[in-house]
């Protein structure tokens, strides 16, 4: 199936400091549209995230999935239904694979997933993060900046 891998914050949601608490999430009323025409036009929706303020020790996963959750019920107010969020938790200095621009959470979806890679794209408010990210899997990227 084709899908949209979209970045979380910057892009779906502002951007505030290693969010997690679900009283600061505002979702930007121009990516619920970009959300739904993509969603319309046959996409399926997975979120690729950056999730540093965990293994930082700002927040939990479990306060993370909370706010994930609260997200996913505004969207799906909208009739957005987002089929997963990949995230990474590591701090950058960890070198981990999962954290964007390496291709880790690309490799998960794609074990859990059938992805028709030539029809999907990626879409992020970073070129130096979720662009590359594109570029090393090999998927158009769109840049959306609010």
């Given at each position: ?25 505002f ?5 619920v549209d ?5 969603q319309?036009?046959?996409?399926r ?18 306060q993370?999935?909370?706010f ?18 990949y ?8 070198s ?19 992805v ?27 840049l959306?900046?609010?």
């Amino acid at each position: 199936m084709k899908t949209l891998f979209i970045d979380r914050d910057g892009t779906i949601n502002k951007d505030c400091p290693y969010c997690h608490n679900p009283s600061d999430l505002f979702i930007y009323p121009d990516a619920v549209d970009l959300l739904q025409r993509y969603q319309d036009d046959g996409f399926r929706i997975i979120i690729v995230t950056n999730q540093s303020g965990i293994g930082r020790g700002y927040f939990t996963e479990s306060q993370f999935k909370e706010f994930s959750d609260f997200m996913n019920d505004k969207l799906k107010e909208n009739g957005i239904v987002i089929s997963a969020i990949y995230y990474c938790p590591h701090k950058p200095e960890d070198s981990c694979n999962c954290r964007k621009p390496e291709t880790g959470l690309f490799s998960e979806v794609l074990e859990d997933y059938k992805v028709d890679i030539p029809s999907s794209i990626v879409v992020g408010d970073r070129n130096e993060i979720d662009g590359e990210f594109a570029r090393r899997i090999k998927l158009p990227f769109r840049l959306l900046r609010h």
